[in-house]
């Protein structure tokens, strides 16, 4: 089976950094998406890492180590339009399967 | 404009009532995908298929059904054996060849119960 967890929720300031950590267990790991989602819409795109390391993308980087079943999305100079949930997701094995985790919804206040 | 369409936006059903969610994509997609969302929730994957006329369960396929015998078209028809269907429904696509490229999502069909 498979397992990813996220915290449930997080606050943040307005300008600062979070780190939103994801952990998961799986068989046949093949790359880790990251989505965000406002209340009531779909999710769109941020991030994807296949491979060790940091992917830098604006003010949103994504971090993932594969020998530890671990990523993080760290969110930089927060506005108050990233108050949304974010969502980690791995792809597995060779049929293109996607399994989300439970998000973490983020408020970012004043 | 090429993209993932969903209809309708709500529905309704009566119990015992079978249901079916319509998604339809141009962007010429091999992957399509069903996902369940609750309130406060991740997505659950329903059912996924990777090429015409073949799809398989995903983690909470009890209940529901699919067909896949057009490229651009994977609809899902919730059952009455689905006894708890109330829920935001996602239908996502993908292209295949490429394990990089991000799913796309359409906008999604809300399910209540009368």
């Known amino acids: 089976g498979q397992n990813i967890d996220q915290p449930t929720e997080m606050t943040a300031t307005e300008g600062a950094i979070v780190q939103i950590n994801c952990t998961y267990q799986?068989?046949?790991?093949?790359?880790l998406f990251w989505y965000q989602q406002h209340a009531g819409e779909a999710p769109t795109f941020l991030s994807y890492?296949?491979?060790?390391g940091l992917e830098e993308k604006g003010r949103f980087s994504s971090f993932l180590s594969r020998s530890k079943g671990y990523s993080y999305l760290l969110l930089k100079e927060l506005q108050m339009k990233d108050s949304a949930s974010y969502l980690c997701?791995?792809?597995?094995?060779?049929?293109?399967?996607?399994?989300f985790g439970t998000g973490t919804k983020l408020q970012v206040i004043p | 404009d090429g993209g993932i369409t969903q209809s309708p936006k709500y529905l309704f059903r009566k119990e015992g009532q079978n249901v079916t969610l319509s998604c339809e994509q141009n962007?010429?997609?091999?992957?399509m995908y069903w996902y369940r969302q609750d309130p406060g929730q991740g997505l659950r994957l329903i059912y996924y298929?990777?090429?015409?006329?073949?799809?398989q369960k995903g983690d909470i396929a009890e209940g529901y059904s699919v067909s896949r015998e057009k490229k651009e078209s994977f609809p899902l028809t919730v059952t009455s054996a689905q006894k708890n269907p109330t829920a935001f429904y996602l239908c996502?696509?993908?292209?295949?060849?490429?394990?990089?490229?991000?799913?796309?999502f359409g906008d999604g069909t809300r399910l209540s119960i009368l």
């Open positions: 996502a696509s993908k292209q295949d060849r490429a394990s990089n490229q991000p799913q796309h």
């Open positions: 997701a791995v792809r597995t094995g060779g049929y293109q399967k996607v399994t």
């Open positions: 962007l010429n997609h091999d992957a």
């Open positions: 799986t068989s046949g790991f093949n790359g």
């Open positions: 298929s990777q090429i015409v006329n073949d799809f």
């Open positions: 890492n296949v491979l060790d």
